[in-house]
């Protein structure tokens, strides 16, 4: 379920279908026909993982590196339960047997289990049923786990989840999307981010010359409405300026050029973006160009909106908040730059982390990847939602590490330390999939798809 979907009066569709329930009626059960009688043929998720590395540059990654650790990863909207009841009218003629919260629960425990990560990302996970229930059995299956509830009155939030027998908590920070008197910030959202130590034993021949490998892990779930592109660019700049300053390691001077150095990211979450949007854009390419000129209600992708143009025409951060143009806090370069003075290699003074506010472009300073290249060997588009005809990816998980970018030579790529390797994928439905997949049902019990990935941290 997309947060605030049902409050707020923005989705055409959403309203045709909620004011003409004959219609909505025979609209769903003729489209449910094929699933309902085709009973599935496995009491669970069948997707298979996919791998992305090759046996041969696997070895490499062996031959070479003799400090390297192997983790999954998974991300998971679960549709909160109270979100779901409040917005009965999307899934009121779906079987109702696998509507029901004991259902869905067990169902949705028995998957996670399946998937047998190592650190997992939750959304719309609701509070009392995180203290109730998900936390206790995480700490069975030997995780600890952090947990963020959406400001106000909003019952539900976001977590994270990890092993505790192969990493240390280093740091946390719970980052709240909602500032009274921001316009911008007026929604209820929020995200998480960790700093994780792996544990010695799980680094095959670390020895105490090697630095500790540590990870930087952040969930969110930005707004849902469509029409509010501009909040959603607001709400990521501030969770990515929180992750500079979490995963931030040094910054250094190299062939007279200043580099910022970081600890491997991983980036996950449900962010009501499509894969083709401006938004997507501005985290992959890490900059986004005159989007004071861009319409807000056409950023996220989700809708194509072609009578109404409402341009950004301002900052999307004020000032205030110390967010710079090129998403880090002032406070946090400004001390930076001081360091940068007594670098006996910088000696002219002149390298120094630029910043702007106000500008006609935005930026960060991370190589993100997708772990998902959206589409399938076939061509078709992944879905990674399925909410009546509304089946697109907007559940992403995306991965930073020092100098993401390719090499032709991958031999002599993989000798750098601390680095990102994707290994393999967890399989999604593509868009014809999509046609007869109708969710929650007897296997999977949310409205979205569990995304996951496989990688190396060398």
């Known amino acids: 379920m997309q947060n605030g979907a049902g409050s707020e009066n923005f989705l055409d569709q959403k309203e045709f279908f909620k004011n003409n329930y004959d219609y909505r009626k025979s609209f769903v059960e003729t489209k ?67 509507l029901n919260w004991k259902f869905r629960r067990a169902n949705l425990l028995k998957e996670i289990e399946h998937i047998n990560a190592d650190i997992y990302c939750f959304q719309e996970m609701d509070e009392n049923e995180y203290k109730y229930f998900f ?31 192969i990493f240390d908590l280093e740091k946390k920070i719970c980052v709240d999307f909602f500032m009274p008197g921001i316009d911008i910030l007026n929604r209820e959202n929020v995200g998480i981010i960790l700093l994780l130590k792996f544990k010695p034993k799980f680094s095959s021949s670390l020895t105490f010359e090697h630095e500790p490998k540590i990870l930087c892990v952040a969930t969110t779930h930005l707004l849902f409405n469509p029409k509010r592109g501009d909040t959603k660019i607001a709400q990521l700049q501030l969770l ?5 300053r979490v995963a931030y390691k040094k910054s250094k001077l190299m062939e007279n050029k200043l580099i910022s150095e970081y600890h491997p990211v991983i980036l996950c979450g449900d962010f009501n973006f499509s894969n083709e949007s401006k938004i997507y854009e501005f985290l992959i390419k890490a900059k986004l160009e005159n989007f004071k000129f861009l319409n807000r209600s056409n950023l996220s992708g989700q809708k194509t909106d ?20 090129q998403s880090q806090f002032k406070y946090e370069v400004d001390s930076r730059n001081l360091r940068l003075l007594f670098d006996k290699n910088n000696l002219n003074r002149q390298k ?18 997708s772990v998902y290249s959206h589409f399938d ?29 390719e ?22 439905f593509n868009e014809n999939d999509g046609k007869n997949l109708f969710i929650p049902n007897e296997i999977y019990s949310s409205d979205h798809f569990m995304i996951a990935a496989k990688f190396f941290l060398t």
């Open 240 to 244: 990515l300026a929180n992750i500079d």
């Open 306 to 325: 072609f009578k109404t143009f409402l341009p950004i025409g301002k900052n999307v951060l004020p000032k205030c908040l110390g967010v710079t143009d």
């Open 352 to 369: 120094m982390i630029d910043i702007s506010f106000g500008s006609d472009s935005i930026s960060h300073c991370f190589h993100f990847k």
């Open 135 to 165: 936390k206790r059995k995480l700490s069975i299956m030997g995780f600890h786990s952090i947990y963020k509830k959406r400001s106000n009155l909003k019952v539900d939030g976001c977590c994270i989840a990890f092993r505790k027998n």
């Open 32 to 98: 449910l026909t094929t699933f309902t009688k085709k009973k599935m043929e496995k009491d669970q998720d069948s997707r298979k993982w996919q791998p992305i590395l090759n046996q041969f540059e696997i070895e490499i990654i062996k031959k070479n590196i003799t400090s390297k650790i192997e983790f999954k990863i998974a991300s998971y909207n679960l549709l909160s339960p109270i979100l779901l009841n409040e917005n009965f009218y999307l899934y009121e003629n779906l079987d109702q047997n696998y």
């Open 377 to 405: 060997q076939t061509g078709l588009p992944e879905i990674t939602t399925c909410v009546n005809d509304f089946k697109k990816s907007v559940d992403f998980i995306f991965f930073h590490s020092n100098d993401n970018c």
């Open 407 to 428: 090499k032709s030579n991958f031999e002599e790529s993989v000798r750098e330390s601390n680095k990102l390797y994707l290994l393999e994928k967890y399989e999604l």
